[in-house]
């Protein structure tokens, strides 16, 4: 786009940030608009265009733009009744992995015996600098046999705060210690078969402190710009749903115009 749409751009996504319209607003028509910031009907569709596509307004019928609202939820249904548990027992048992069968009786189903994996509860953390990278690893992971980009981040030890390991983990593997981290979900990665519950923490500014101390886990340290990220995801080229996920939440964020972290 050009310097006047860049404004025009800017001063949209302004009203919207600073509640000038509020969400589930219309905007003003496109001829009042054109003739408020001074652009021309076609440059202004593609602002528009780009505002859409980028999520921070929608289009309804054929010129009629209104903030989304994302306050209204989905409600869930209220008539499903959940899996009966009956029992469990322990097939194979270490520090690192618990296979178990579980007597369940979903319903109306005949009972069952269904295996559980257990692993570890874990923390991931998406470090961003003021030029919009993000502190990543180049690993090599020999389950599957590749190398591939992924967020520090590792086990949360018995008692410990998932965000105190996120910034242990971080610090350990890339030497580089987060001013602050902020939660922004929780998830389990493979959810019908194995429980292993991934906390996602997201942050900006980090000091360098030294070299990696953690041996086994570091790899090729590296600020990687935030536009290389869907290119490397097209690749295949990111490793771990944890990745992923903190990831795509922090691109999500940025699109939606919002910071995806309260830690500046």
Known sequence: MGPKS??????????????????????????????????GRTALRQVL???????????????????????????????????QIHGERTVYDNQWVKLSLVDVEPPGVERFEHHVVR??????????????????????RFVPETFGWELPGGIVDESEDPAATALREVEEETG???DALEHVVTYQPMVGMVDSPHEIFVGRGAKHVGDPTDAEEAGH??????????????????????????LLHVLASRAAGSSPTSAA
């Open 49 to 83: 265009a780009k505002l859409v596509a980028e999520g921070v307004v929608e289009v309804h019928g054929r010129s009629s733009y209104r903030v989304p609202d994302r306050s209204v939820t989905t409600k869930a249904p209220s008539d499903l009744e959940p899996w």
């Open 176 to 178: 580089w210690r987060p």
């Open 221 to 246: 340290v590296a600020w990687v710009p935030l536009a290389d990220i869907p290119g490397l995801m097209e690749r295949g080229e990111l490793m771990g749903s944890g990745t992923l996920v903190a």
């Open 119 to 140: 692993l570890h509860h874990v923390a991931i953390a998406a470090v961003m600098d003021d030029q919009d990278r993000v502190l990543m690893l180049w690993r090599y």
């Open 6 to 39: 860049e404004r025009v751009y800017r001063t949209i996504r302004e009203w919207i940030s600073t509640g000038k319209y509020v969400p589930g607003t219309k905007l003003p028509s496109e001829r009042t608009l054109s003739e408020d910031l001074s652009i």
